[in-house]
């Protein structure tokens, strides 16, 4: 796979910290602008960092291609079943160059945050506890745990202890809300620090609420840095 594009939002001050986040199938980087827009005012020390999927064959869109981080071929309970791991590990590489660029201009890994939505959480999820880089934080929204037999195999030591946000809204026609409490159950028992934030009526979109939820834990976990 070919490096990947980002919609790139600069740090309004002294740049401490950085957002990498990862948006869902058929979007682009340009598409969660807003919500580096809504939030740098409060984190001027934050830059972040919105890259855009590569273009896939989507069998969901029959076949047809758009920008996705990996395959799917349903979103019913064969999201499990026939997981397209080639398309995520590829996926995985392409963020983890762009995490590790970060970190070799100057931005230690703790003070970075993962997260993504969709699937951009799918991707969120898997690259922010694989990673051998310890990160700050891995939020995840109306997403789910991917390949999560392979997952406690695949987990890193580093990021065992990393806060995890994860955000669903119990009205998600899309991916089903029950999937991203489950994931977040998962996730749970294998010992992981998680929150699960539940927004009723809430569809596959963003809420204020989860904005504002957002905003709180980047303010406990990327804090501005005393000169």
Same mark, same amino acid.
């Given at each position: 796979?070919?490096? =990947?594009?980002?919609?790139?939002?600069?740090?309004?001050?002294?740049?401490?910290? *950085?957002?990498?986040?990862?948006?869902? @199938?058929?979007?682009?980087?340009?598409?969660?602008?807003?919500?580096?827009?809504?939030?740098?005012?409060?984190?001027?020390?934050?830059?972040?960092?919105?890259?855009? &999927?590569?273009? @896939?064959?989507?069998?969901?869109?029959?076949?047809?291609?758009?920008?996705?981080?990996?395959?799917?071929?349903? @979103?019913?309970?064969?999201?499990?079943?026939?997981? $397209?791991?080639? #398309?995520?590990?590829?996926?995985?590489?392409?963020?983890? #160059?762009?995490?590790?660029?970060?970190?070799?201009? #100057?931005? /230690?890994?703790?003070?970075?945050?993962?997260?993504?939505?969709?699937?951009? %959480?799918?991707?969120?999820?898997?690259? #922010?506890? *694989?990673?051998?880089?310890?990160?700050?934080?891995?939020?995840? %929204?109306?997403?789910? =745990?991917?390949? &999560?037999?392979?997952? /406690?195999?695949?987990?890193?030591?580093?990021?065992?202890?990393?806060?995890?946000?994860? %955000?669903?809204?119990?009205? $998600? !026609?899309?991916?089903?809300?029950?999937?991203?409490?489950?994931?977040?159950?998962?996730?749970?028992? =294998?010992?992981?620090?998680?929150?699960?934030?539940?927004? !009723?009526? =809430?569809?596959?979109?963003?809420? !204020?609420?989860? @904005?504002? $939820?957002? &905003?709180?834990?980047?303010?406990?976990?990327?804090? !501005?840095?005393?000169?």
């Amino acid at each position: 796979m070919s490096a =990947l594009t980002s919609v790139v939002v600069g740090a309004k001050a002294k740049h401490t910290a *950085t957002v990498f986040w990862l948006h869902g @199938l058929g979007d682009s980087g340009a598409g969660w602008s807003f919500l580096a827009e809504e939030l740098s005012g409060m984190f001027p020390h934050i830059k972040w960092v919105l890259p855009n &999927a590569p273009m @896939l064959p989507v069998t969901l869109n029959g076949g047809m291609k758009m920008p996705a981080w990996f395959d799917l071929t349903g @979103l019913d309970r064969s999201i499990a079943a026939n997981q $397209d791991e080639k #398309g995520m590990l590829s996926s995985m590489a392409a963020v983890n #160059g762009l995490i590790r660029q970060e970190v070799d201009n #100057g931005i /230690p890994s703790d003070r970075i945050v993962v997260g993504g939505f969709s699937q951009g %959480c799918v991707l969120s999820l898997l690259v #922010g506890l *694989t990673s051998e880089y310890k990160f700050g934080g891995v939020i995840g %929204c109306s997403g789910w =745990l991917a390949l &999560a037999e392979k997952f /406690p195999s695949m987990a890193s030591e580093a990021n065992k202890k990393t806060p995890v946000l994860m %955000c669903h809204g119990d009205s $998600d !026609p899309v991916v089903n809300y029950s999937f991203g409490k489950e994931s977040a159950g998962v996730l749970e028992k =294998l010992g992981y620090n998680i929150k699960f934030n539940t927004y !009723p009526g =809430l569809v596959h979109s963003a809420s !204020p609420k989860e @904005l504002s $939820d957002i &905003a709180s834990f980047l303010k406990d976990h990327l804090p !501005p840095v005393s000169a």
